[in-house]
Structures are given as C-alpha cells and as structure tokens.
C-alpha cells in the first residue's frame, strides 16, 4: 500500500496504523459466520466499515486540525465523519451488499463519534441535498487534491479490487441519493435498526479501543462454576432446604446445557424466594458461557440488591469487582476491569474503557444499563454492546420491569437470541409472563425440573401466612376505609412490643414511609418508651468516623466491619438507655452510602445466630426498595395494599429462612393527609391499573376469609393476577410507542425513554469533612482537565446522592455559593446541585425524608 504515515489519524498515530487497529479489534468483536439480517456476512460488513471509517481525516482540512498545537474542536469544515460514511456506502455497495445493510454503514459511520439519531428524520435531508450537505461535495474535492492516491488504493484493498478513487462521485456527490432506498430499512423495517446500532457499536468500541491503545483479550476469564455450593452441616428444615436448592441447581444446569439448537434462547427459572435462584442461575449461566465462549450478564432492577448479590460474588468466587473475572457497572460504581489482573496499578483510563465495554467474565449490572443501552444508548453506553455476543444473560426479578417497556424488551430478547446468539434467563419467584403475551414467538423454557414441588414444600412447611385487613377492599366490602397514618404507627408500636422481635412496614412512597416512622416515634412517646432510631446513631458514627466512611466508599475499608461497630454501639446504647424499642426507616431518599449502611447494620441486628444483637424489638419503616433481593428477614411485615407479585416480594423479607414457627404478612390500605389520592393508587394507577388485577387475585383466593396461605398467594395469586392484568393489557393497548420507535429506527426517542419513571432530582449532599475534600478533589480534576482522576473522585461522589422531589429541588444560586466557597469556578458544577451540610440541619437519616428545606430550581 502507498505509504499514507505522514496523514494522521490523532497526533501520534498515523490514519493506516488506526484503521487497520479498529479493524482488528472489529474481528475480535465480530464472529467470522456472523449475518446480517439478509444473510450476508457482518463480518465483512465490519470489516469494510472499521477500515474506512476515518478516510474522511484525509482531507487537508482535516489534516491542518489535527497538526495545530492549540486545544480546540474541530470546526464543521474540519468534520471527517460525512466523506467517511459515503466512501463507506459506495465500498459496501460495491461488494454487493443490500441497500439497507449499505444504509446501516453509512449511518454508523456517519454516527461514530455521536449517538444515533431518529433516522426515519434525517435520511430525507440527506437524499434531497448531497451535495452540500455537511460539505461533503468539498470535503470529496479536498481528498481529490491532496490525497487522491492513498484513498484509492484503501478503496481498492478493502473491496478486492472493487472500487477505486476514479468511481466516487467527486464533482456531483448528489448523484448517491439515487443509490439510496427512499427509506433507510427498506423491506426489513423491523430488522433495520438493531443492524445500524450492531454496526455502530462496534465500530465505536473498537475505535475507542484503539485510540486509548487497549487491545482487546483473545479469551473471556470467568469465575469458576464449580465453586457455587451449599452447606452441609446445616440441620433440620434448614438441611431440608440445603437439599432441595441443591437439587434445584444441578436441574438448572443439566437443563441449560442440554438445550438443542432449535430453543429460541429464552428461558424461565422460577423458584421461591429463598430456594436459591441467584447462585441456582449463576452456576448454570457461566457453565453455559464457558461452552458458548461469552460472558455472563446479570441483570437486577436496584442497586440496593446490587451491592448484596456484588458481596455474594465476591465471596463466593474470591474476585474484586474490578477484575478480568468480575466487574461491577453502574451509575454509583467505579466500573474497571484489569485485563492483566494487576488491581493494585493505578489506572490511566484503559481499565475504565474494559470496564464500561463490558470485557469481564462476569459483569453485574442494572437493568437500566441493560436495556437502556440496547433500546437507545449514548455513544459511550454503546460500547457495551459487542459483549453480548454468545452471551448468557440473567434478568433477576424481571416482574419490576415497568409495563410500558414490556414489548419492547421482548423484541430486544428477540434481538438478542437472534442477533447475538445469547441465552436469556428470566429469574423469579412470579413470573410476569409479558413474553408469552408478546407477537414475537420466543416461547420461554423452563429451566427448573418440577418447579411445583419447591412451591409445594411451602404448602407443607408454612413459612408465611398472610393476613388481610379490613381496610383492603374485597367482595361486599369494596366501600372498606384505609388505615390512617397515626393509627397505623400505633398499631405497629403496639404489635412490635407484644410480640417483640422485628417488624418491617412497606409503605407505597417515601412520603408515606416518612409520615409512618413519625407516628411510630409519636406513638412510641405516648407510651412512655425508650426509644432508640438507628438514623440517630449513624449521624454520630459517621461523624466520629468521617475518613473510615469515606475510605470505605473508596473500597479501602470494610462495610462488615463497620456495621459491626454500629451494632456494638447500638448495644451499649440500648443498656445505658434501657431502650425497649429500635427504629429506623429505609427510603430511596437517603443517600445510597446511609443507605447500604443501615442496610448492614439492620442485618446485623436480625442476625438471630449472633449472640451480639441488643435483644430488643426492631420496627423498620421502609418504601418498596426492601422488596427486590434484600436478604432482610423478619417476624412480621406489613405491606401497604399494592400488586400481587409486590406482595409475593414483600413475604420473602419475613421468616425468610424457617427462623420463627410462622411469619405473618398484614395486608393493608393506607391513606396520606397529603393527598387526596390514597398511595396506592398514587403509584400503581399512573401507568394503568395493577390494583383491580390484585383484588381480582385476592378474592380468587380466598382473601375475603381474612387470611391466605402464602403457597396460594404465589402460585394461583400470582397466576390469577397476570391474567387480570394481560387481559386488561389486550383490550386498552392496540400499539406500543416504543416498539414502533424501534423498528423505525427512532434511535434519540429511544435514547431519550427510561425505565425510571422518576420525578426527581439527584442532589449532592456533603455532609463531613471527608466528602467535601473528595468534592474538590473532583473539582481540582476537571478544572485541570485530569479525567481519570475526576471519574474517580465522582465514583465516590455518586454514593453522596440524594434523590430530591422537584418540587424541593435546590436552587442554582446555592449550589454555585458552595463551589464558590471551595474556591473554584461555579460553572464546573452545571450537570448537577450540590448542598453543604457540614452542620448537618438539612438532611434528616432518622425519618428516612432524606433532603428537606429545599427551594424550587430556577
């Protein structure tokens, strides 16, 4: 090839060097027998894509930029990416590619420095003026003098001899629009978009690979299967249960290898809360990856069930979460991954970029990362996408996916079979069965031998019974009254300290948790009381401990360990105070770092195996986070009226694994003095109504009676319930906007829908000293343009978030008032608020209402 080193690509590295760079990164990311949705070969498709993709830095323009020593963007006569994406087009149509798989390189180079947009939008304007459009006839022109040789002969090796420099359409560039199909998917409308965004993140990963010089692993390292077992010397029911998850896991496995060639890809594994499901689906999803050669994806709704299943992890396999083996991703992680397995170095970006493209063995991850970045993602989030090639993927508790998103993601199942050849796993106790409903024919398997003897072993040994209140609307008495706040805080006061133990309170919305852990604490006055709120105790232990807090949010200090203080300080406090009763309350409000600590130390506390607990009762408040895999158990719960698999959920917190004889689940209906809408309605009527399916269910089984059997409230509640709510889906849904956004390839509306239906702001909250020094360590990062060190200051800063209702939200000036404190230009804090509450008056962890004295934003 004509020597091209003196055009460069990035300063440093000649054009040639980096495209054949990203096409070797392109083959890693790619299988040679790979297809298009037209049968032809991806690979090549890739392949002519990642070594064209840059030939537009040959224009003298271009060239100019990149030579200038002085830091600035590129002006849109400098933009490379236009020249690049047609010379692309013509080369794939040159090799006979259809006009739809040609459309789809054009826009991922086009694209590959950008998020895709709406294509359906801008494909006309380009078809109506190529000539002029981005200055692509000019920018044609320019590589005509000045480097005409070197792109023909590029053009020749990468289409076989193909195309040259003398076919391109330098002095009428419009003559393409002809070449393009007058919509960019053609006949595949449906098949159209996941190719572009296949094609696109491919290319984007592997040229961001490239420019930050970290080739890609020949092999994926992951943990090893064989280590997943369970005790056993355990006795009595407990062994009983040992058994049974054992056998449980072993069917998983020996049915997820089995599966012929013909499976659609998509299996169930449905088990009973505490029967084992997480390791039960992890043992057989990474001896299924170890015979496909992906990785394995573990998909969860909250970050709250994230950080226990991350402890679980660890200490199962013996791995950090920033190894080859093992990493953890999203918003509140420091995402690494160490390819050489040297996690004492300190990183220079490289580990950052493995870790968000998702090269580890094993990563554990959100939902919203997972579907967010295949519906719609940002050009960064897209990296992640070429992993899921041959992957096997676990969606635990897929039931709290919201309903709006249902159809879409069982076309991205789809997607994900077909496309990628990936094993999907749906994992939990109350299958919501949106697939079966779905026009695409997956047709879920199963995974679990007999499910319905682990659910019959719950009919045998009762673990939980529910109990129904009379404010829950059934039958005759659909005219019942809910409960108001202060007679519900005397009624868990007076319950808790009767019984004694450890009550759990789920309330529908942080407001309403928040009104009932101060009529507990009012009713816990009236009745003379010594009461202690473990909020109270964390706010002086992290005071008191204000570097070792932080240190353990930068992963250099153990959270057991810190717990366990808390609890030996909860102790003592309980005996000088002659406590008779502990309260805390858990909402989304609080900052995650409060959060996960409470979370512990709660644990802690309801260790009955510990001779260490205080032995007085525990009354926890708490909005729905506890529900989704907390391994949280108590003697009793109760749960503000809400879906059936909600309250399925909620009876896995109590009498979790056989403690007590028999745990009871109060059912009941709450009222709020702030709304004139009870909660419950509130939260599961917004997006259709989930409340009429549950009381179809309950009265299917028997609530009227005044209790339920848990085994009748998992299996033919649940059952009951999904045909309610299916039913009621068919007659009111006759089309999906997002499904329809997807196969007309609307990629910024896709980007721009969230599984989060969240009305609220994140607001940095600083509350010690140790945080405020991490907050300038941010701060003395970006001003100085050090990102690796920024990304990981914000890494610990993202723990410090609390979500704020707008409607509180903090005003500009304020937060620019404390940048300007710390001594830095306020306009280095526009993506988000910050509070400084050193003084500790604004933020209140004993009531679980987090943020408060707040103004609206302006």
């Known amino acids: 090839m004509t020597d091209s080193s003196s055009y460069l690509a990035r300063p440093g590295q000649p054009l040639g060097e980096h495209l054949e760079g990203v096409a070797a990164n392109a083959a ?282 991350d402890d679980a992890v660890r200490e199962q396999f013996a791995v950090s979460p920033a190894s080859e083996q093992y990493t953890l991703h999203h918003h509140l992680a420091d995402t690494r991954t160490a390819v050489a397995d040297n996690n004492e170095s300190v990183s220079d970006g490289t580990e950052t970029l493995y870790g968000e493209s998702w090269q580890a063995g094993l990563l554990l991850t959100t939902t919203v990362q997972l579907f967010e970045s295949l519906a719609g993602s ?32 069982t076309h991205l199942f789809d997607v994900l079979t077909d496309r990628y050849d990936a094993t999907v796993i749906l994992m939990t106790a109350t299958q919501p069965r949106f697939v079966d409903q779905s026009s695409v024919p997956l047709n879920p398997t199963e995974l679990v031998a007999n499910p319905g003897q682990y659910f019959e072993f719950l009919a045998d040994n009762e673990r939980v019974i529910f109990d129904i209140d009379d404010s829950i609307p059934l039958g005759t008495d659909s005219q019942s009254s809910p409960v108001e706040p202060e007679t519900a805080g005397r009624r868990l006061v007076e319950q808790t300290c009767a019984n004694g133990g450890a009550t759990l309170s789920i309330a529908n919305t942080v407001q309403n948790a928040t009104e009932l852990s101060e009529t507990v604490r009012d009713s816990a006055r009236d009745r003379s009381l010594n009461v202690l709120n473990l909020g109270a105790v964390l706010e002086s232990y992290t005071a008191d401990n204000t570097e070792r807090v932080v240190a353990q949010l930068e992963g250099e200090d153990d959270i057991e360990e810190l717990a366990g203080e808390l609890v030996d300080e909860i102790r003592e406090r309980c005996v000088e105070q002659d406590v008779n009763l502990l309260t805390a309350s858990l909402t989304a409000a609080l900052r995650p770092s409060d959060r996960v600590l409470l979370i512990e130390t709660i644990s802690s506390l309801l260790d009955v195996s510990s001779d260490e607990t205080p032995g007085c009762p525990v009354l926890v408040t708490s909005t729905q986070l506890v529900e989704a895999g907390v391994d949280l158990s108590f003697d009793r719960v109760y749960r503000d009226f809400a879906p059936v698999p909600n309250l399925a959920q909620a009876a896995g917190r109590c009498n979790r694994s056989f403690e007590t004889d028999c745990g009871r689940v109060v059912l009941w209906r709450l009222s709020s003095p702030e709304h004139d809408r009870l909660p419950s309605e509130l939260i599961y009527t917004r997006s259709g109504d989930r409340l009429t399916p549950t009381t179809v269910a309950l009265e299917n089984v ?53 599984l989060i239906d969240d009305h609220s702001e994140e607001v940095l909250v600083v509350r010690t000293e140790a945080e405020r020094e991490v907050l300038t360590e941010y701060l003395t990062a970006k001003t100085a343009g050090t990102l690796q060190a920024g990304k990981e200051a914000m890494a610990t800063l993202q723990q410090l978030f609390a979500s704020v209702p707008e409607d509180r939200a903090v005003t500009i000036d304020e937060s620019e008032a404390v940048v300007d404190e710390l001594g830095f230009d306020a306009d280095l804090l526009e993506e988000f608020a910050v509070v400084l509450d050193l003084a500790r008056s604004r933020y209140d962890l004993r009531n679980g209402s987090g943020l408060r004295r707040t103004d609206r934003l302006v």
């Open 28 to 309: 890693t990311l790619v299988p040679n027998d790979a297809q298009t949705p037209r049968d032809e070969s991806l690979h090549a498709l890739v392949q002519t894509v990642a070594q064209l993709h840059d030939i537009g830095k040959l224009t003298p323009a271009f060239q100019q930029y990149i030579r200038e020593e002085r830091n600035r963007p590129p002006t849109p006569s400098e933009y490379h990416a236009a020249p690049g994406a047609i010379l692309t087009f013509h080369a794939l149509a040159s090799q006979q590619f259809s006009p739809a798989t040609a459309t789809a390189g054009f826009y991922a180079v086009l694209q590959h420095h950008q998020a895709l947009p709406n294509v359906e939008d801008v494909h006309p304007d380009w078809r109506a003026d190529f000539g002029n459009y981005d200055g692509l006839g000019r920018k044609l022109q320019g590589i005509e003098r000045s480097a005409r040789e070197q792109a023909s002969e590029r053009l020749e090796v990468v289409t076989d001899g193909a195309l040259s420099w003398d076919d391109i359409h330098v002095d009428d560039p419009a003559q393409y629009a002809d070449w393009f199909p007058s919509v960019p998917f053609g006949d595949d409308f449906d098949k159209f978009y996941p190719l572009v965004q296949r094609v696109w993140s491919t290319l984007t990963c592997a040229d961001k690979l490239d420019a930050a010089d970290a080739p890609l692993a020949p092999r994926t390292e992951r943990p090893d299967p064989d280590q997943i077992g369970f005790e056993s010397e355990a006795a009595g029911i407990e062994r009983e249960l040992n058994e049974l998850r054992s056998e449980a896991q072993q069917s998983v496995s020996e049915a997820l290898s089995s599966v012929e060639s013909g499976s659609s890809g998509v299996f169930t594994l449905t088990l009973p809360t505490g029967f084992g499901k997480t390791f039960a689906g992890l043992k057989a999803a990474l001896q299924r990856a170890g015979e496909t050669g992906g990785r394995v994806v573990y998909a969860l709704p909250y970050t709250t069930i994230l950080d226990q299943v």
């Open 702 to 754: 028997g609530g009227e009676a005044g209790t339920v059997p848990e085994f009748a409230m998992i299996t033919d509640g649940v059952e009951t319930y999904y045909d309610a709510l299916h039913d009621r889906d068919h007659r009111e849904h006759g089309h999906d906007e997002l499904v329809i956004a997807h196969e007309r390839a609307r990629g910024e509306t896709l980007r721009e829908a969230s």
């Open 378 to 409: 940002a050009n960064l989030q897209s990296i992640k996408l070429p992993a899921l090639q041959d992957a096997v993927i676990i969606v635990d508790e897929p039931q709290v996916l919201p309903r709006e998103w249902w159809r879409l993601i």
